[in-house]
């Protein structure tokens, strides 16, 4: 499973594909399996386990026939980061450019595997996405509340074999341009739009 990644938008900045990761960790996955891929939609956490590129967690209801196809091929997990809109207007010469669309993308491709724990991995779910609210909620049922919800999934674990990262912030064009574009980003008024601006300026 390939990604068309020109040279001037491919990153492979360890930490700026983790940052991805870590703010959009909504991903799709996506498993080849008999001509008609699986493909589910999924929050996923990186874990570091001492090799290159770490690994993610996540889990699978259990009625989600991805979980038994998973095991057939490596999967891919596609992390979404900012993408905005870019109007040929604002470059120094409009009428010599075309729209298009900025946008940063980060693909982790490895084999699943059956989680050694799926407490653990539920456990780091809801810790990563309640521990800032107020009154977080928290995994601690009581039994048989707990082992009916851990049997109504499928815990996962994916060691990454590849990491890519394709950062398309208008890398191809001029300084001027690239300033004129973020600038004009910025002024769009919606979050999406200031967030890729802000990774133009990361990686300029």
């Known amino acids: 499973m390939s990604l068309y990644n020109p040279s001037h938008f491919a990153n492979a900045d ?18 080849p399996y008999e001509g008609e891929p699986a493909i589910s939609h999924v929050p996923l956490l ?16 259990r009625a989600n026939p991805h979980g038994p196809r998973a095991a057939a091929a490596e999967s891919i997990a596609v992390f979404h980061g900012p993408h905005a809109y870019v109007s040929p207007s604002w470059y120094e010469q409009p009428d010599r450019m075309v729209p298009t669309w900025n946008y940063i993308v980060v693909h982790a491709q490895g084999t ?13 779910l809801v810790q990563r996405f ?6 977080p909620w928290r995994f601690a049922m009581a039994e048989p509340q707990r082992s ?22 208008s890398q ?14 910025r002024q769009e008024g919606y979050p999406e739009a200031a967030a890729t601006a802000t990774w133009m300026d990361r990686t300029r």
Do not use: C, W, Y
């Open 172 to 185: 191809n064009r001029s300084a001027a341009d690239q300033e004129r574009v973020a600038a004009a980003l």
């Open 130 to 135: 309640e521990s800032g609210r107020t009154r």
């Open 46 to 61: 990186h874990v570091e386990d001492g090799s290159e590129h770490g690994a993610l967690i996540g889990h699978f209801a």
């Open 112 to 124: 699943l595997e059956p989680a050694a724990d799926a407490t653990q991995v539920l456990d780091a």
């Open 148 to 169: 009916a919800m851990i049997k109504a999934i499928t815990a996962f674990r994916m060691p990454i074999r590849t990491l890519t990262g394709k950062f398309k912030l």
């Open 14 to 31: 360890r930490a700026a594909m983790l940052a991805i990761i870590r703010d959009h960790p909504f991903a799709t996955l996506v498993t």
